[in-house]
């Protein structure tokens, strides 16, 4: 092979080409490291700047923070809740948060952002660049204590969220780096200033709406009833409602909300509570400092209510009787002017009579007209048809000659009184017994004669042509003489049915288990209903007064008819009533709208059972200083999502608000912390004066009154009551004797055995043995009328017995017996239905003199026997719908303006505030009356919590002459400067 040298290359090439390729290797890699430090040095300075930013964003985020803060601390401390020129109250604060909050962010960041902010080589700048915002923070709020009936809100704006536009620069000095961008500042504000905002607007609203005047109201019922009873039962206290305890009352009210709503409330004035309401001989400071306080927070309404009480015995229960119904429905049947008209028709009969005329073969020598024979006929069982016959031997005058005349006696009714035809074998006497007492019943059996008092035999016998034979005359209705004891039977029987009904038709309520007085009226009224029906048929008793469908005898049928119609009318008087609160109702309404337009009967009975359910359990917990339990976010990847405790601390001022006049020492503003009035609605006789049933309680009330005027050393009292004592008695005088003869004249039984003059001289004869006084007492207990009713029952009785002497041996002492009884009960009706006019007629004059007395006594409380006879005066509204008065009820209007000059609210547990001095500071919320500035506008004011409550309260009490009521003083008590126009 032959070598070839042309592809060699010369090593000293090679070797200069490996130097070149090293050198540029080189080359690059020197490259490559200067590139790497300086990126490296890049990136150190990139993370500076990103740090320098991270930092700045954070302490832009806490400033904000702290901003609103301070901006929260400084309007919590001056909120406005009027806005001037007007608007939102939670508007005009939240920009005054804006405001405020810019401007010491903008002052945080001017005195560390502009030019004095050095993270490393970079200077960071930062400014505000529009208005900051907030977002509320919504979270839920478990309280340890809570009202009782009416919960307080469990969702607040607790905290607020803050943001604010902010533009942050860095800039690197000795370079050209200049860095800008938007930052949103976004802080949650650790301040509960909204919380405390929104604890305080609840609590203002639960003061003028329905939790607080539930308070007031419940305490008001267990207030009233306590002292109502003591009243009842012991006369005392005078007054039953008094101004100084409904103080108590507010002040009680406002306590419970606030440790509802706060769940703490000021311990000073918690002190002084307890202080008026169970000690007041001791000073708030001593009960404050007692080592067993905590007893007070077991506050109990009722101790409001019996502070010096004589007695604080309550009825459970209350006894409804129909008794008032009997015995009214009694009396009016006993003097029942128609009594006589119903026997009269009880012996009443349809009677015609038949002729037949037959000439007499022989002579009949004697004149006129002879009765051959007379005999019964056999009557229907029910006593209609044929039932008597005589035949006459009649002498035609001047000619000798004679007819025999035969005439039956036709009874086409009989027994008229409601129906007829319905006694058994009414033509022949039959036995009756009634009570215990066997009576000879004559029915009937008179009835020919009867007849022939309407249509004497002799006039048919002398009258062919009048009365020619076949005639069949035409009937003529006639009364029989009959039996004088069957209307004082009667009477006795009702006397004794009356006893039996007011024995058996009763019924016991318990209070408690109504709601309000028109479900108990309605209740016993019904239950009383039930029970008159179920014994109806007893009462009724018809199987004594009938045989089979026939009565026994017309004297039974007339008694059975009495009896019925006694029923009858009780039972409609029980029906009448059932709906008895609706008239109780229509009186209070007519007596509610002088004083207030929003209440009446219908709210009463609302307060009454909202009442009822709260003082099921008294005890209210006042406490101060529990821990509650606050809870935020509702998803698990919520930010906001945490629990923590809240304490809170009030400061209230004054502790305890009364009605005199408080002055702010910081501020030198003056106000009446209460203004309260109380009106008794049913004070003075009220309706007293126009009822006939309480007629005995105003001359009771006239008689004490005119015992004791000259007592108060009160020419005006003393003049007026006098006139008044004289007027009552001339007027009574006068009204007796034309009441008594009015109701004699209307009396079929009683005409003609009184004479006018009888009833003059026996009314004089009383009154002018008395003076005015005398008769006035005697008048209020019954001693006079009962005087001149035995008189002049006695006089009927013996002019009634003479009369019926005169016709019959017969039945002279029982008839005698049911007139006097007659007499007497209408002489009583007449002289209560005298009364009743007279204390009508001067009601006025009444009224005035009752007012004047117990304004003038009201400054002798000390006199016990001025204190005895405003005892007796009488006071609320007699029950009396529509029959009977079976209690007595009053009703108070109450009213309160309240306002709490100075209210603090701290949040204890969370002092987040910065203080230089003191460290830190915690959230406050203050309410009291100032101006709130802007510059040298006014903004608005705040206000102080005022609070305001219209509510109302009954007692009833069995019935009783003096009734329940206000009786010192007026019937309307309002504190000092209650009409004063508030600040």
């Known amino acids: 092979m032959l070598e070839d040298d042309s592809a060699r290359v010369p090593f000293a090439a090679i070797g200069i080409l490996l130097i070149m390729i090293s050198t540029a290797t080189s080359a690059y890699l020197m490259k490559m490291e200067a590139t790497g430090t300086a990126n490296s040095i890049e990136d150190e300075r990139e993370g500076e700047l990103n740090e320098a930013l991270a930092c700045a964003r954070a302490d832009v985020d806490n400033a904000l923070n702290i901003a609103c803060m301070y901006a929260e601390e400084e309007v919590g401390e001056k909120p406005i809740v009027n806005v001037s020129g007007g608007g939102s109250p939670q508007e005009a604060n939240m920009k005054r948060l804006q405001r405020m909050a810019g401007r010491r962010l903008s002052e945080c960041l001017s005195a560390n952002y502009q030019g004095g902010f050095y993270y490393g080589d970079y200077v960071v700048e930062a400014s505000l660049e529009g208005d900051v915002t907030f977002e509320t923070l919504k979270m839920s709020l478990a309280r340890t204590v809570d009202h009782p009936i009416m919960q307080c809100n469990t969702t607040y704006a607790a905290y607020y969220v803050a943001s604010a536009p902010v533009k942050l620069r860095v800039t690197r000095p000795g370079s050209s780096l200049d860095h800008s961008e938007a930052y949103v500042a976004r802080a ?76 703490s409330v000021d311990p000073v004035s918690l002190a002084s509570l307890a202080r008026h309401t169970y000690d007041s001989s001791r000073s708030t400071a001593d009960v404050l400092n007692d080592s067993g306080l905590s007893y007070i927070n077991q506050y109990d309404f009722s101790n409001a209510s019996r502070r010096s009480l004589q007695s604080d015995r309550e009825p459970q229960e209350y006894r409804f009787n129909a008794d008032e119904i009997v015995d009214k429905e009694l009396r009016a049947a006993i003097a029942d002017p128609v009594s006589r008209y119903q026997v009269d028709r009880a012996y009443s009969c349809r009677i015609h009579v038949t002729i037949q005329r037959k000439p007499m073969a022989e002579g009949h020598s004697d004149t006129g007209s002879v009765c051959k024979e007379s005999y019964p006929l056999d009557a229907n069982e029910n006593g209609t048809g044929p039932f008597f016959r005589e035949t006459w031997k ?57 007849y022939d008092e309407a249509l004497h035999i002799k006039r048919i016998l002398s009258d062919p042509i009048g009365y020619p034979d076949g005639y069949s005359g035409s009937t003529r209705e006639v009364t029989c003489e009959h039996n004088e004891w069957v209307e004082g039977a009667s009477v006795t029987e009702i006397k004794a049915l009356a006893a039996k009904i007011k024995g058996d038709v009763g019924v016991t309520l318990r209070p408690d288990d109504y709601g309000s007085y028109a479900e108990m009226v309605d209740a016993a009224y019904a239950k009383m209903q039930e029970q008159f029906l179920e014994n109806y048929t007893a009462y009724l008793s018809e199987q004594d007064y009938r045989d089979g469908p026939v009565f026994k005898t017309c004297g039974a049928k007339y008694a059975f008819y009495k009896r019925q119609a006694f029923l009858l009318r009780i039972g409609a008087a029980l029906n009448s009533s059932v709906n008895s609160s609706q008239e109780i109702g229509r009186k209070i309404d007519g007596r509610m709208k002088d004083y207030s337009s929003s209440m009446n009967s219908s709210t009463l009975n609302e307060n009454a059972r909202a009442s009822r359910s709260m003082l099921d359990d008294t005890k209210m917990f006042m406490p101060f200083g529990l821990n509650m339990t606050l809870e935020g976010g509702e998803g698990k990847d919520d930010p906001y999502k945490w629990r923590e405790d809240v304490a809170l601390a009030i400061d209230q001022r004054p502790n305890y608000l009364g009605v005199d006049e408080y002055t702010d020492p910081e501020t030198g503003y003056r106000v009446r912390p209460l203004k309260v009035r109380n009106v008794c609605l049913f004070a003075l006789p009220t309706d007293f004066v126009d009822s006939s049933q309480a007629t005995e309680a105003v001359l009771d009330g006239i008689d004490a009154v005119a015992g004791t005027a000259y007592r108060l050393a009160s020419e005006t009292v003393t003049m007026e009551t006098s006139r008044l004592v004289e007027d009552v008695s001339i007027s009574a005088r006068q009204a007796m004797k034309d009441e008594i003869n009015d109701a004699l004249v209307h009396d079929q039984d009683l005409q003609g055995q009184l004479t006018g003059d009888d009833v003059e001289s026996c009314v004089d004869e009383a009154f002018d043995s008395r003076t005015p006084e005398q008769a006035v007492s005697d008048m209020k207990n019954g001693t006079l009328q009962r005087e001149m009713a035995e008189s002049l029952a006695r006089k009927a009785r013996s002019q009634a017995g003479r009369e019926l002497a005169k016709r019959t041996g017969q039945y002279v002492d029982c008839y005698g017996d049911y007139i006097e009884a007659k007499a007497k009960e209408a002489i009583m009706g007449a002289e209560e239905k005298a009364l009743t006019s007279v204390v009508s007629a001067l009601s006025d004059d009444i009224k005035q003199a009752f007012k004047d007395y117990m304004a003038e006594a009201a400054s002798k409380d000390e006199d016990a026997a001025i204190g005895a006879a405003l005892k007796r005066i009488p006071m609320g509204l007699p029950l009396l719908p529509p029959y009977g008065w079976w209690a007595t009820m009053n009703v108070w209007y109450i009213e309160i303006y309240g306002e709490i000059p100075y209210l603090a609210v701290y949040d204890t547990d969370n002092e987040p505030v910065p203080d230089a001095l003191l460290g830190q500071r915690a959230t406050v919320y203050v309410r009291r009356p100032m101006l709130i500035h802007e510059g040298n506008d006014i903004a608005g004011r705040n206000e102080p919590v005022r609070f305001h409550h219209q509510t109302c309260t009954f007692i009833i009490v069995p019935p009783g002459a003096q009734g329940v009521g206000d009786k010192l003083g007026g019937w309307e008590e309002k504190s000092t400067g209650f009409d004063e126009a508030s600040a």
Request: with cysteine; glycine share 6%; charged share 20%.
């Open 188 to 263: 949650l504000v650790t301040s509960r200033y909204p919380l405390l905002e929104q604890l305080t607007e609840e609590y203002e609203a639960r003061l003028n709406g329905t939790a607080a005047l539930a308070d007031v109201t419940a305490a008001s019922f267990a207030y009233t009833w306590a002292r109502g009873y003591c009243q009842y039962f012991t006369g005392s206290p005078a007054n039953i409602v008094d101004n100084e305890d409904l103080a108590l009352i507010s002040n009680a009210a406002s306590m419970l909300e606030q440790g509802c709503v706060y769940n």
């Open 394 to 450: 009649v002498r035609e005058n001047g000619t000798g000659s004679a007819e025999l005349v035969t005439v039956d006696f036709i009874m086409d009714e009989c027994s008229m009184l409601n129906g007829h035809d319905d006694v058994r074998s009414p033509h022949k006497e039959a036995d009756f017994t009634s009570m215990g007492k066997n009576y000879v019943d004559s029915n009937l059996a008179g009835a020919v004669d009867a």
